[in-house]
């Protein structure tokens, strides 16, 4: 039985951020693959001339758009990988007409992202960035800084993407009680999930809050002001999505002199501020 000829746009140094040795063996094992060795990522118009061939194309992070116009040159194509997450911009809807399978990378990625919300989160209730700076002046304790514990605690969840699944699994051993925001979440998923609905509101007033929120017009600066006044004292916001669900140039006033994510927000010798991805909006760390 013959392999299936796979096009893999990807040049050797993005393969060596998503593809194992193992991953490429075994690619090798299953289709007659064509490698990029130009170094760099193809262009559309390099692209337009290399698929007619193609039953299998393997795409990643910096791969050109698949367009209406390559695409009808991709006269044998079965199936498209994408080794990152969101296909939204990488190929037109008409694909899936043709009956093209279309697989994502981002269920495993998922789970990356929980990790990390996890690691920010536990870094932040014990002050980890502070005392490891205070550390390094030669300090050992400080005045009125005292870590908390994750177990028992509340967290608000914002979207129930699949990110926020991972680290809602992730939080399970502490006995935490997660409030879910998302419009899309049904009473059953929830409890599939042993998590409880809630408001936006709601959620925005919790002690610990993550933000999962996927871009989509929906989404943009749906953490307006007068949500983020919400945020207590003291809390910490993780923003793991996209810093275009934030407002952008928020005012924040803290209301006591203790330490606060209000204050953080303005400052990188903050408690926590993370936004994985800050697009355009200068208030991200």
């Known amino acids: 039985m013959s392999k299936l000829k796979a096009l893999v746009l990807s040049p050797k140094s993005r393969l060596d951020e998503v593809c194992s040795e193992a991953c490429r063996n075994r690619l090798n094992d299953y289709f007659d693959t064509e490698w990029n060795e130009t170094g760099r990522d193809y262009t559309q118009e390099e692209l337009a001339g290399l698929v007619a061939d193609a039953e299998v194309i393997i795409t990643s992070w910096g791969s050109p758009g698949l367009t209406d116009e390559i695409l009808e040159k991709a006269v044998k194509l079965r199936a498209i990988g994408h080794a990152a997450g969101t296909v939204k911009h990488l190929v037109p809807k008409r694909i ?12 495993r990625i998922a789970q990356s992202v929980g990790e990390y919300c996890l690691a920010a989160l536990l870094s932040s209730l014990r002050y980890l960035p502070t005392f490891d700076a205070a550390m390094r002046e030669g300090k050992w304790k400080l005045p009125g800084l005292k870590g908390r514990e994750l177990a028992g605690s509340t967290v608000g969840i914002v979207s129930a993407s ?10 399970a051993p502490f006995q935490v009680k997660v409030l879910v925001y998302d419009p899309y979440l049904s009473e059953e998923a929830a409890e599939r999930l042993h998590v409880t609905r809630a408001s936006l509101e709601e959620v925005m007033s919790c002690p610990i809050i993550s933000v999962h929120a996927p871009k989509l017009p929906a989404t943009e ?21 996209r810093g ?8 924040w006033r803290s209301r006591s002199p203790a330490v606060s994510l209000r204050r953080s927000m303005c400052s990188r010798r903050s408690r926590l501020l993370r936004t994985a991805r800050s697009d355009r909006f200068p208030m991200c760390c």
């Open 96 to 107: 899936f007409e043709r009956g093209v399978k279309v697989f994502s990378a981002a269920p």
């Open 244 to 251: 275009a669900s934030l407002t952008s140039r928020p005012s």
């Open 221 to 241: 600066r749906m953490l307006t002001r007068e949500l983020l006044k919400r945020i207590p004292d003291g809390a910490v916001f993780i923003n793991s999505s």
């Open 162 to 171: 699949s990110t926020a699944r991972a680290f809602i699994r992730l939080l």
